[in-house]
């Protein structure tokens, strides 16, 4: 397949980097990315991905947008409150590129339809907001050997790093497991500053070009964390699997999905 | 002596363990905070028996979600 003028024009400043250039941007023409959650991260990847042109991308999501969403979920307008946050997020996909196929899955991802749904991906965010669904991912993509960037944002604070199969520490190499829900006392929800989402979420679709296009050190066995308080960057290294780890060691005690109950946290003002 | 914790080095009482030192950094949560010790991660009840040297690097990960913390 032969980039068309339209395309050549549009990916131009792609094309230019050595790094992508024409193959690279046929490598995203003919990706396949799957993002879960239409939220503060899932906007900002879902809108990069579109305009860089990732050929099929789906979105998953349950919920419809809600006017507390709009101070960061940058892909939902006003007049989008009370429709399905994966339409909203499609069709400001598909107003900046209509070269790709946005997919949308209007429903709770859960243990039962979440392997057969990635299956169809090559590559997995994770930009939910809650710790059950993200050990969800992390032991699916495991389990269906499919990378993934996982990320998380809280305050000031944000955080990310990428699981590839067979090269690094998963998710639950680093935090374990879900911790008991009667053992969460102090459960509160937080505020994020809106920007948060916009920089954790940029740097989400920055390892997912990279690892279409095979550019560049992904942030394997590394977490990349940002400091907004103090604009600092840092980098703290995660040790290899141990082999001990319960869903990608080598005697995994995990051999099936589980739905974790997320606690709901109060919401104080 | 000196150690890195989060990234800044920092000065400490000779024989500090490690779970003394999570209490003088005034860690949220300690028992859901991953703690790393020179890139090795430390079982958490392995933590009061560590005691620090001079030079050690001590990492906290957090657990992160959108909005809600533990
Ligand atoms: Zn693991």
């Known amino acids: 397949m032969a980039l068309n003028d339209e395309q050549i024009e549009r990916y131009s400043r792609h094309i230019l980097l050595k790094e992508i250039g024409a193959k690279g941007q046929k490598k995203l023409l003919n990706a396949k990315v799957l993002i879960i959650g239409a939220g503060g991260l899932g906007c900002p990847v879902g809108l990069y991905l579109a ?13 419809t947008v809600d006017l507390s969403n709009l101070q960061r979920q940058i892909a939902h307008s006003t007049a989008d409150i009370g429709k399905p946050k994966v339409q909203s997020l499609k069709e400001s996909m598909e107003a900046i590129n209509s070269d790709v196929t946005v997919n949308t899955y209007e429903k709770f991802i859960d243990s039962s339809n979440i392997r057969a749904l990635i299956r169809d991906y090559d590559f997995i965010v994770d930009g939910t907001d809650n710790f059950a669904t993200k050990f969800l991912i992390n032991d699916a993509c495991v389990m269906e050997k499919k990378p993934f960037s996982h990320a998380g944002i809280l305050r000031f604070q944000g955080q990310l790093m990428t699981y590839i199969p067979g090269q690094g520490p998963c998710y639950r190499c680093v935090f374990k497991d879900m911790p008991p829900k009667d053992a969460i006392p102090t459960c509160r929800q ?8 916009g920089v954790i979420g940029s740097l989400q679709a920055m390892e997912t070009v990279k690892f279409i296009t095979g550019t560049g050190k992904l942030l394997v066995g590394e977490l ?29 005690s ?16 | 002596m000196f150690i890195t914790v989060s990234g800044e080095k920092k000065e400490v009482k000779d024989g500090l363990r490690l779970e003394e030192l999570i209490e003088q950094e005034n860690v949220q949560t300690p028992q859901y905070v991953t703690v790393s010790l020179n890139d090795e991660f430390i079982e958490t009840q392995d933590r009061d028996k560590i005691v620090l040297k001079d030079g050690d690097t001590v990492e906290f990960l957090y657990f992160m979600g959108g909005g809600a913390w533990l």
Do not use: W
């Open chain 1, 254 to 269: 995990i051999t099936e999905l589980k739905d974790y109950e997320q606690p709901a946290c109060e919401l104080k003002l």
């Open chain 1, 190 to 197: 937080a505020g994020v500053i809106g920007a948060m989402a």
């Open chain 1, 224 to 252: 990349l964390t940002y400091d907004g308080i103090n604009q600092s960057f840092r980098k703290i290294k995660l040790p290899p699997c141990d082999g001990k780890c319960a869903i990608c060691g080598e005697h995994p």
């Open chain 1, 51 to 63: 305009a860089a042109g990732v050929g099929t991308i789906g979105v998953a999501d349950a919920d």
